[in-house]
């Protein structure tokens, strides 16, 4: 399969959608705007590069991420393309999608149907036909009428042979109102495709909640991403006279055995968080080979947990834990338990949930020789 390069253009710095920074670096749904118009790209199997467009101020502070490729923006939205496509002079892509950052609710199907157009016509573009009546004015008034057939409302991502569109911006005296504008004034041909009334562009400040009346539904041909994930962690008894469990401090004439403080609840709950992720268990990422984890309190392993959660787009759904062991009884703890959790993660108390069981007096835990902790996490990326 051939794959295609993908110009995002977000070097703008209009402030029409209000707000105190551009809308590109807006929330938008639980992430910023540029962060849903990205991954539209990201994941399309057809698309193997992406070129980011950034204003030279924000590129110091954009992070590296890997299969993002960023290049300086112009004067204009033009010259940013320009230097999107010369980012991809000579390169082995044969075709490149200009897409505004703006547009964070278009479908992969949108992508498809601009990409097959390709494989025939040098350019493509999807639009909507106008189906409103068209009035021209004049002074706050009706002046006239405008017939509106075979008009179209342009949307991007445009679609071309990277040579061709290449050539036609360098040829291309000044600014354009778009890259279908500088395309059809070097004389390529350029096919309409089906436009998406979802893939709305973000200008004004009522556009960010139909924006994000989109993207919570599930955007078009969009799938949730939900993640299930498991932890199991058992102590062992050892001297003492308490034992922590989720945070809270349980009396005990003994106590847990561990490197860290031996929440064993906690651990739980962090390695099923780890386990949604795929981003292994607690040793994984706090060695207990590093003396400075040596008595740790582990709520600082959950909170690592939750921040590398969010910084992958997932928020937490509900946590639910079991404790196993015949003592010390865990019922009249199990509600500061349960709010300590709560505190801890930033989940609401009542998702989560801290609950006990016996073993019936079988195996280490009905010998009473320590405590194991059971713990599923549902993660979900709207």
């Not at 991809?88 to 950052?101: C, E, Y």
Request: charged letters at 25%.
């Amino acid at each position: 399969m051939t794959h295609a390069a993908a110009i995002i253009v977000a070097a703008g710095r209009g402030l029409r959608a209000g707000g105190p920074v551009p809308k590109q670096w807006r929330p938008l749904a639980g992430r910023r705007v540029i962060d849903w118009t990205l991954e539209r790209f990201a994941i399309h199997p057809r698309v193997g590069r992406i070129v980011l467009v950034l204003h030279p101020d924000d590129l110091a502070a954009w992070p590296e991420q890997p299969g993002i490729e960023t290049v300086a923006g112009g004067d204009s939205r033009s010259a940013s393309v320009r230097n999107g496509l010369d980012h991809l002079a000579g390169s082995d892509v044969a075709n490149v999608l200009i897409h505004d950052v703006a547009r964070p609710c278009l479908s992969e199907a949108l992508i498809d149907a601009v990409l097959d157009a390709l494989i025939t016509r040098p350019a493509a573009a999807p639009a909507l036909p106008v189906t409103d009546a068209l009035w021209r004015g004049r002074d706050g008034r009706v002046a006239g009428a405008q017939d509106r057939a075979g008009l179209y409302r342009a949307q991007t991502p445009q679609g071309f042979d990277l040579k061709a569109i290449l050539a036609a911006h360098r040829a291309h005296p000044g600014p354009a109102d778009d890259d279908v504008a500088i395309a059809r004034a070097a004389g390529l041909d350029v096919s309409i495709v089906p436009g998406e009334e979802s893939n709305l562009k973000i200008t004004h400040a009522p556009d960010f909640a139909r924006a994000e009346r989109i993207l919570r539904a599930g955007g078009p041909a969009q799938k949730m991403d939900i993640r299930i994930g498991n932890g199991y962690d058992v102590h062992r008894f050892g001297p003492g006279d308490h034992v922590m469990l989720c945070g809270v401090a349980v009396p005990h004439h003994r106590g847990l055995q561990g490197h860290s403080d031996a929440d064993v609840g906690l651990h739980a709950l962090t390695d099923a968080i780890y386990g949604a992720l795929a981003e292994g268990d607690i040793g994984r990422h706090f060695p207990p080979s590093e003396a400075e984890w040596k008595g740790a309190a582990s709520d600082i392993f959950l909170r690592h947990a939750v921040e590398l959660a969010a910084s992958k787009g997932f928020e937490i759904s509900n946590l639910d834990l079991t404790l196993v062991c015949e003592r010390p009884k865990i019922g009249p703890y199990a509600t500061a338990m349960r709010e300590s959790v709560a505190l801890i993660t930033g989940v609401a108390p009542e998702r989560v949930s801290v609950k006990a069981t016996t073993s019936e007096r079988l195996g280490f835990t009905g010998r009473e020789e320590g405590i194991a902790a059971i713990a599923t996490a549902a993660l979900v990326k709207p």
